[in-house]
């Protein structure tokens, strides 16, 4: 059974950094895509960043420059550093697993987490 569990959201001012983590089981961690995504309230659940099992990865341009994913396969944990942090960075993030392609687009991934809650104040 996949589990992905989140942890590391706080409540943080502007310009403040966090580090969010994502602890994996239940599958084959290390071939799988990784995605972490965000969701503020009433709006849709968008793409933050993602990184593939050969390591690449791709990010939002409203965070390139300021998050960073990683990901530690001797763990099972992927990571998503956040600098230079903003109010509207200010969401539920969640960490995915997708089985086949490797994209940030949330109706690709299989497996999610129940998420962390982010706040950033000005």
């Known amino acids: 059974q996949v589990q992905l569990v989140e942890s590391g959201g706080v409540s943080v001012q502007a310009g403040g950094s966090l580090r969010l983590s994502c602890a994996a089981s239940?599958?084959?961690?290390?071939?799988?895509?990784m995605g972490w995504f965000r969701q503020a309230p009433g709006k849709e659940r968008e793409g933050v960043a993602a990184i593939d099992s050969d390591g690449s990865t791709s990010y939002a341009d409203s965070v390139k420059g300021r998050f960073t994913i990683s990901k530690d396969n001797a763990k099972n944990t992927l990571y998503l550093q956040m600098n230079s942090l903003k109010p509207e960075d200010t969401a539920m993030y969640y960490c995915?697993?997708?089985?086949?392609?490797?994209?940030?687009?949330?109706?690709?991934?299989?497996?999610w987490g129940q998420g962390t809650q982010v706040t950033v104040s000005s």
């Open positions: 995915a697993a997708d089985s086949w392609g490797c994209s940030r687009r949330p109706y690709e991934y299989n497996y």
């Open positions: 239940g599958y084959t961690y290390s071939s799988y895509c």
